[in-house]
């Protein structure tokens, strides 16, 4: 029988319930528990693909296309769940089946409100979760947003009402709350927390655990047992959740303090101890890491530190496996276009990605940045759009189509060497439209991507609307460029991965390699590209 973990947030938003629960479910796997993660997020749209990730975070794709928040980006790092469409609902997702069933008539008769209507199709998506043929022990469930707001209250009521369906024996609520240190008085405050469980208990839901994050900071004795005291939960349920660097000793100092085994008593669970070696190595390592090898992100200007998150954390699980830390600068790619030389603003980098990106700003810029890759033998990634802008400069500049656009850019352009992909022609919904998920690729022997993947035949997800345009594919063949990586469809191949062979580590994807990046498995092409910048770096020095 499944047993459940929810996750609710206190005093702010952003407090880190998403790397809690991670952290919670990493340490359940190492008992040799099977789990199961979903968030629920109580904003309307549908999902976050049509929400600006300079303002939302990162939109992360799973490998059944689905567009979910950057919280699932964790969930997947720090476990082995299986995720899905199912491991992500929005309010407006909830509405959106609620009203479509009442069109349908599935109502009839009835007025169709929160209580029941809404609160049951949020427990059906928590129920929908576990249905799987597959077994789960645990299953840790996220409540976006903060307790107290007006939309998480369906979410909440939802809650309380599966706990008692499911019985409060198998359910453990973690509520995660900020304590702050006041700098006047010296000391941390623990009164936001006790208001926040407070307005959870008007609810009606108890916590059981409290994890207390509290900066720079440690909660003293006297302030753990302030806080069980007045938020009803015993002593060794406060665990102290300080700022830890880097992010995955988090659940390292989780486990000291016993979170795991709190948990399990709570849900009257017993398992083996088990084994977190492999991971405490790898933070060991991480740690330890002293050379620094630096790569230019070149992009739009990013005011987000989560806009990229994935990118940022693929880099980390790189430089653990080459024992390196990488500095990741953003270079606006727009300053790129303005500055005299673009030599003058990329020489000093080891390495040059150009990532993701949707819109004609900055384009140029990165271009030139391709550009400057190819002729000077700097290490160059492109991802996704990275790749377009590859494929556009070799082919303005080796090709002699100087007038090489994408469709995106540039509807009308006498060379459309990127072009919308076939089957996006005629689309004109913006949400979840593109092409989304994991595809296969085929990859060519005796290239940079096979030796990386050591593999035939591979999966990535993906997530854009346009692709190579293969009427160029003869004449940017004669530049140099090799296709080391191709999608079957009908007649013809779609160009998934190119590189420059006669340069030190040219090699560009269509696909997003960073989805699928773990700490203990750091995905191939990033891995080789970080080596490719080290060696770069220690033929300069
Ligand atoms: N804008 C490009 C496309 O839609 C690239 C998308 C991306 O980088 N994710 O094809």
Avoid at 449 to 463: C, G
Wanted: charged share 25%.
């Amino acid at each position: 029988m499944t047993k459940y973990v929810f996750t609710t947030g206190g005093v702010v938003s952003s407090v880190g319930k998403g790397i809690a629960s991670a952290s919670l479910g990493m340490l359940l796997e190492a008992r040799g528990l099977r789990i199961a993660m979903m968030k629920m997020d109580p904003y309307i749209n549908v999902d976050p693909g049509t929400m600006n990730p300079y303002e939302h975070g990162e939109v992360f794709v799973t490998d059944d296309g689905a567009e979910t928040d950057l919280d699932l980006g964790h969930y997947e790092r720090f476990t082995s769940a299986k995720l899905s469409q199912k491991s992500n609902a929005t309010t407006g997702a909830i509405y959106n089946t609620v009203i479509q069933k009442e069109r349908r008539g599935e109502y009839l008769g009835k007025t169709v409100q929160v209580i029941p209507h809404i609160t049951d199709e949020i427990k059906s998506r928590i129920r929908s979760l576990t249905a799987e043929e597959e077994p789960v022990d645990v299953a840790i469930i996220e409540i976006g947003g903060t307790v107290g707001d007006i939309e998480s209250l369906p979410f909440l009521e939802a809650l309380r009402q599966f706990r008692l369906d499911v019985g409060p024996e198998n359910c453990c609520c973690v509520h995660v709350t900020l304590v702050p240190y006041i700098d006047a008085s010296g000391e941390l405050k623990t009164k936001p927390t006790q208001h926040s469980v407070r307005s959870l208990r008007d609810i009606g839901l108890q916590p059981d655990i409290i994890v207390c994050r509290t900066g720079k900071h440690s909660l003293a004795r006297e302030q753990r047992q302030k806080i069980a005291l007045f938020c009803n939960v015993v002593d060794d349920a406060i665990i102290n959740a300080e700022d830890i660097s880097p992010l995955y000793a988090i659940p390292l100092n989780f486990k000291r303090q016993g979170l795991d085994d709190i948990t399990l008593r709570i849900l009257g669970i017993t398992a083996p101890e088990g084994d977190i070696a492999e991971w405490t190595d790898m933070v060991e390592r991480l740690r330890a890491a002293e050379k620094v090898v630096h790569i230019a992100a070149v992009g739009k200007y990013v005011g987000h530190d989560d806009a990229y998150k994935s990118i940022n954390e693929a880099f980390v699980h790189a430089g653990t496996f080459n024992d390196c830390k990488i500095q990741l600068t953003w270079v606006d790619s727009e300053e790129i276009e303005k500055a005299a030389s673009t030599q003058e603003m990329l020489r000093h980098f080891d390495g040059i990605l150009v990532g993701p990106g949707f819109g004609s700003r900055g384009i140029e810029g990165k271009i030139d940045a391709a550009r400057f890759a190819r002729e000077n033998n700097v290490p160059y990634f492109g991802i996704c759009l990275g790749m377009q802008i590859a494929v556009l400069e070799l082919a303005r500049h080796k090709a002699g189509l100087a007038q090489a656009a994408s469709t995106e850019f540039m509807p009308d352009t006498a060379h459309p060497v990127i072009s919308l992909l076939s089957e996006q022609r005629g689309v004109k919904e913006m949400g979840g439209t593109m092409r989304l998920g994991q595809y296969r690729c085929d990859l060519r022997k005796n290239t940079r991507a096979h030796k990386a993947y050591n593999a035939d035949t591979i999966y990535e997800r993906h997530r854009h609307r346009y692709e190579f345009n293969n009427d160029y594919l003869d004449t940017l063949l004669e530049t140099g460029m090799i296709v080391s990586g191709t999608h079957p469809k009908g007649e013809h191949e779609l160009v998934e991965i190119m590189e420059i062979p006669d340069h030190p580590w040219f090699c560009a994807v269509q696909f997003h390699p960073e989805f699928k990046s773990k700490p203990l498995h750091p995905q191939p092409l990033f891995r080789d590209f970080v080596a490719a910048a080290l060696q770069n770096r220690q033929k300069r020095d």
